[in-house]
């Protein structure tokens, strides 16, 4: 199927996001659960930088997509919570808090406009009940957005460990809950249907 994508924006604040009334779908996750890796795999193509590095992505990277006949929509890469480089690359409290500042003042930015959207929560598939990604779960509902899970990483698991983990994030989280790979493909086509229904709700 013929997938068109390219990279519109980096947003680093409301004023910067397209104005245009494209649904959005955002991708938001710990930081390395590997947002960007998955962008690329559902486009098929290098459109999203990646790193090896975590707290690399600090803007909400905006791409626009079309899958098929689907209706074209944003994707936007919002930036990874729970980590930050302080000076000369050491991690620090000073530099997670400004990290923190600046990543809720962005998302905050990407909920508070008028329009269309969803957000797809990424957890690890092997690390499954982290507190952050609860957190984040418990805040993420607390806004008008439409909410899926996403497990990434799946080909790291056995097969006995994917269904387990599979059964426990479902749990955990009260729905069902797609399991991915960027690296095989494994999930790519569910993740999409997914994000062609996903943004449901609208914010006047």
Same mark, same amino acid.
């Given at each position: 199927?013929?997938?068109?994508?390219?990279?519109?924006?980096?947003? +680093?604040?409301? &004023?910067?996001? @397209?104005?245009? =009334?494209?649904?959005?779908? +955002?991708?938001?996750?710990?930081?390395?659960?590997?947002?960007?890796?998955?962008?690329?795999? *559902?486009? &098929?193509?290098?459109? %999203?930088?990646?790193?090896?590095?975590?707290? &690399?992505?600090?803007?909400?990277?905006?791409?626009?997509?079309?899958?098929?006949?689907?209706?074209?929509?944003?994707?936007?890469? /919002? @930036?990874?919570?729970?980590?930050?480089? =302080?000076?000369?690359?050491?991690?620090?409290?000073?530099?997670?808090?400004?990290?923190?500042?600046?990543? =809720?003042?962005?998302?905050?930015?990407?909920?508070?406009? @008028? !329009?269309?959207? !969803?957000?797809?929560?990424?957890?690890?598939?092997?690390?499954?009940?982290?507190?952050?990604?609860?957190?984040?779960?418990?805040? /993420?509902?607390?806004? @008008?957005? %439409?909410?899926?899970?996403?497990?990434? &990483?799946?080909?790291?698991?056995?097969?006995?460990?994917?269904?387990?983990?599979?059964?426990? *994030?479902?749990?955990?989280?009260?729905?069902?809950?797609?399991?991915?790979? +960027?690296?095989? =493909?494994? !999930?790519?086509?569910?993740?999409?249907?997914?994000?062609?229904? *996903?943004?449901?709700?609208?914010?006047?």
């Amino acid at each position: 199927m013929q997938i068109a994508a390219e990279f519109i924006v980096s947003a +680093a604040s409301a &004023k910067d996001f @397209p104005r245009d =009334g494209l649904p959005e779908v +955002a991708f938001i996750g710990r930081s390395n659960v590997g947002k960007s890796s998955l962008i690329n795999a *559902l486009v &098929k193509r290098h459109v %999203a930088r990646t790193s090896g590095a975590p707290g &690399k992505t600090r803007l909400a990277n905006v791409y626009r997509v079309q899958r098929g006949s689907m209706p074209p929509r944003y994707l936007v890469d /919002l @930036p990874g919570y729970g980590y930050a480089r =302080g000076p000369r690359g050491r991690s620090g409290q000073g530099a997670r808090d400004e990290a923190t500042r600046e990543f =809720g003042t962005l998302v905050e930015s990407f909920f508070n406009r @008028p !329009g269309s959207r !969803g957000v797809m929560l990424l957890v690890d598939a092997r690390h499954p009940g982290l507190e952050a990604d609860l957190e984040a779960a418990r805040w /993420l509902r607390s806004h @008008p957005c %439409a909410l899926g899970i996403v497990g990434t &990483k799946v080909d790291k698991l056995t097969r006995a460990e994917r269904d387990r983990h599979a059964r426990e *994030l479902e749990t955990l989280f009260q729905v069902p809950v797609a399991l991915v790979s +960027a690296h095989t =493909g494994e !999930g790519l086509d569910d993740l999409w249907k997914m994000i062609a229904s *996903l943004p449901r709700q609208t914010v006047a």
